[in-house]
């Protein structure tokens, strides 16, 4: 990906599993920003029928689809969240094909501001890409009964998948702004209202 193809200032917009992104990129998108949403990336570059799928089933085998001969995307979570050989593996098949799309989608954006939402900015050392990262952050137990329900794992399965990723006060360490998505709809809302007027509004503005 290269958000300086971007006609439009480009931020990340990143936080833990479960913690809201896609809730605040729906609210950025409201606001007027063009959000391109990595996890959608995702699914498409492992549609029916696509490369990116048929080089995933010969690395993790034809178990990993479902009888209609599409991704089990839970199914293949389990397993590589479980091994981080595997995930890694995964990530080469996946990364390449989603920062093609997301350079494309970013270069044809339009409005005041482009974000790139995606998962493993500070993982993948690519914050410094951007004009800023934007974490969205939330309590870890409420991060984890969301996990949960949303998923329906047990709390096992759950927590091996919280342990992953990057712990969050060094995901905090690392963002230029935060969000706390621990209270209510509202209140992430009135957050991201002061940030849009804010410091946000600056970067809009720069040339």
Not at 43 to 58: D, I, K, W, Y
Not at 97 to 106: K, M, N
Not at 124 to 140: I, N, S, Y
Not at 189 to 202: N, V
Request: some cysteine; glycine content about 10%; overall charge neutral.
């Amino acid at each position: 990906m290269a958000p300086s193809d971007s006609p439009v200032p480009v931020i990340g917009l990143t936080g833990g599993i479960a913690s809201g992104k896609s809730t605040v990129g729906g609210m950025l998108a409201q606001l007027g920003a063009a959000v391109v949403d990595a996890d959608q990336l995702a699914r498409e570059v492992v549609a029916l029928g696509t490369p990116g799928l048929q080089e995933v089933v010969a690395a993790f085998g034809k178990e990993v689809l479902d009888g209609e001969g599409r991704l089990d995307r839970g199914r293949l979570a389990g397993r590589v969240f479980a091994d981080p050989e595997e995930r890694r593996r995964l990530e080469q098949i996946l990364h390449p094909r989603i920062a093609e799309l997301a350079r494309d989608r970013l270069a044809a954006a339009r409005g005041q501001l482009a974000v790139y939402q995606a998962p493993l900015i500070f993982e993948t050392g690519r914050e410094g890409e951007f004009q800023g990262v934007l974490l969205v952050d939330c309590d870890p137990e409420l991060q984890l009964a969301r996990l949960r329900a949303r998923d329906r794992l047990g709390e096992a399965g759950a927590r091996a998948r919280l342990a992953a990723q990057l712990p969050a006060a060094e995901r905090r360490r690392r963002a230029t702004w935060i969000v706390d998505n621990s209270g209510s709809l509202e209140d992430t809302r009135a957050q991201l209202h002061r940030l849009w007027e804010g410091d946000l509004a600056a970067l809009r503005r720069s040339p």
